[in-house]
């Protein structure tokens, strides 16, 4: 237990200076493997940097959810347009057609409907994920909470010490349990968390003070979408995580459970890749539901 006297919170975050010594387009990893920085770029755009990631593995824990209920119907006709899949083994290999040649960031903890026993101390066999050929295994960090705390980190080390002998990188999930605050304060805490033990990307919720979470981070920070929110403000709220330095989103509720999901995912891609500001996205948006 490091020494808490005089535990002084950070504030030097240097959000105008850009990441020093890299040597790759994707942050933190100019030091890994040839397997773990090809499979990041399969994820991150060698060109930009960025992804943009389809997440549609709610039904974990949530089962057949508004949009989710039938992914052969819903999901599959957007996979086209994503970077990345975000999916559960069993909806994988069940509804996602193995000729898609899309990168998966694969949902590799346990879940469970009574949330406070999620994930305990479980992720899948490092084989299984292999057999699968996924770019990624995402698992959940539950900072903060007594209960799931110390199971989560343990999964979220386990799953990097098998990623690391196989060249498949890890994504830590920062969980938000309903007591938690939602600032840049529990964010930086817990991006930072995954980080250092272990993730190559980090997802988390944007904030106010975003800018100063990424720049703690030394790995991609995406975001995930969050509730279903008009289009305009969840066009806003890429923009603003892109602008604050997000490598990306990985969005799910609020691509899918658009109306016009094919178009949405797409005016989200121009945000994140092209830089397009929230009204033209938004006007991309209505040209492309026509
Ligand atoms: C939860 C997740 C979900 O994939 C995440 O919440 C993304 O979906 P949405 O954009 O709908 O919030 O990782 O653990």
Not at 171 to 176: E, F, I, L, N, P
Not at 230 to 238: D, N, R, S, T, V
Not at 280 to 285: L, N, Q, T, V
Request: proline content about 3%; aromatic content about 6%; hydrophobic content about 45%.
């Amino acid at each position: 237990m490091a020494d808490l006297d005089d535990l002084r919170e950070g504030s030097r975050f240097n959000t105008d200076i850009a990441v020093q010594n890299q040597a790759f387009h994707i942050k933190g990893a100019s030091h890994l493997g040839w397997g773990m920085k090809d499979r990041l770029t399969r994820i991150f755009n060698a060109k930009t940097g960025k992804t943009v990631m389809l997440a549609f593995d709610h039904g974990f824990i949530m089962g057949p959810t508004s949009g989710l209920e039938r992914i052969d119907l819903t999901i599959t006709p957007l996979m086209e347009y994503a970077d990345c899949l975000m999916c559960s083994r069993g909806i994988l290999q069940t509804s996602v057609p193995a000729n898609i040649n899309k990168p998966i960031c694969l949902r590799a903890d346990a879940g469970s409907t009574i949330l406070t026993e999620l994930n305990d101390n479980v992720v899948i066999d490092i084989e299984d994920a292999i057999r699968m050929n996924v770019s990624a295994m995402a698992v959940m960090l539950a900072i903060g909470d007594p209960r799931m705390e110390a199971k989560t980190i343990a999964n979220l080390f386990h799953a990097a010490n098998q990623g690391a002998k196989y060249g498949i990188p890890v994504m830590g999930v920062t969980a938000v349990g309903k007591d938690m605050e939602r600032d840049s304060r529990y964010f930086g805490l817990a991006s930072r968390v995954a980080a250092e033990n272990g993730a190559n990307i980090v997802k988390t919720y944007y904030c106010e003070g975003f800018s100063n979470v990424v720049a703690a981070c030394p790995v991609p920070v995406v975001i995930a979408g969050g509730k279903k929110l008009p289009e305009l403000e969840a066009l806003e709220l890429c923009y603003r995580a892109i602008n604050d330095g997000a490598a990306g989103v990985d969005m799910g509720r609020n691509v899918f459970q658009s109306e016009y999901p094919i178009a949405m995912i797409q005016a989200v891609h121009a945000v994140v890749h092209e830089g397009l500001d929230a009204n033209k996205a938004f006007e991309m948006f209505n040209d492309l539901k026509k």
